[in-house]
């Protein structure tokens, strides 16, 4: 199985904030992979896919990047609605794996 | 607009077994995508239990120790969930989510929670 391991597990940011999430998988994925948010009692967000290809509708201050095993989520200019729990996954091969969490909260 | 709807009981008994539905509007399951279906149990991370492609084939999850069935009716645009022999580590949020062909996941079911207890 493919492990994710994410980066930090959590952080506190304040509004205006730029921050990095990072997600390492440990064996190449080249770049399949995305990434999620999820809010408390809600149902995941998808935001980016392919690594870094934004989905329909997502703020473009939310970008991503990386290939092979090393990937990175970037929130420029933290909104308060961003405060959430972001998830990465591989979609490489089978079992689909998931990292654990980067839980970021407001300071 | 794609949406996708579980559905199913909200409690089940240890030992018995889980189904579930999810209900798809916006698209036709036999178009090319999959289904895969995830749950998170309660204050915990994500994990992905199985895959159903738009062929029928179907993918699970090696933890779960072959006690998943996931099915598809085309005529009902429906995909289907089974999990056997079930215990108190089974209770979670369970999400159907559609995953692009040769892609990623793009839309989300709101989830259904299922408490397994006597």
């Known amino acids: 199985d493919i492990q994710m391991t994410q980066s930090p597990s959590s952080l506190s940011a304040s509004v205006g904030d730029r921050l990095t999430i990072t997600c390492r998988a440990s064996?190449?994925?080249?770049?399949?992979l995305a990434w999620f948010q999820q809010k408390p009692g809600k149902a995941p967000k998808s935001l980016i896919y392919?690594?870094?290809t934004l989905q329909s509708g997502v703020p473009s201050r939310f970008s991503g990047s990386g290939s092979g095993t090393d990937f990175t989520l970037t929130i420029n200019s933290l909104q308060p609605e961003d405060f959430a729990t972001y998830y990465c996954?591989?979609?490489?091969?089978?079992?689909?794996?998931f990292g654990g969490g980067t839980k970021v909260e407001i300071k | 607009q794609v949406q996708l709807q579980e559905s199913g009981p909200g409690l089940v008994k240890p030992s018995e077994t889980l189904s579930l539905n999810c209900d798809v509007s916006?698209?036709?399951?036999?178009?090319?995508?999959?289904c895969d279906w995830i749950r998170q149990p309660p204050g915990k991370g994500l994990e992905w239990i199985g895959t159903?492609?738009?062929?029928?084939?179907?993918y699970s999850n090696p933890s779960l120790k072959g006690r998943v069935t996931i099915s598809m009716d085309t005529s009902k645009n429906q995909f289907s969930l089974k999990v056997r022999s079930v215990t108190a580590a089974d209770t979670a949020v369970y999400y159907c989510?559609?995953?692009?062909?040769?892609?990623?996941?793009?839309?989300w079911g709101k989830g259904t929670t299922v408490i397994v207890s006597s």
């Open positions: 989510a559609r995953r692009l062909y040769g892609g990623d996941i793009d839309v």
């Open positions: 916006g698209y036709s399951i036999s178009s090319g995508d999959y």
């Open positions: 159903i492609w738009h062929s029928g084939t179907a």
């Open positions: 064996q190449d994925i080249n770049n399949y």
């Open positions: 392919d690594a870094s």
């Open positions: 996954q591989q979609s490489k091969s089978y079992p689909l794996t």
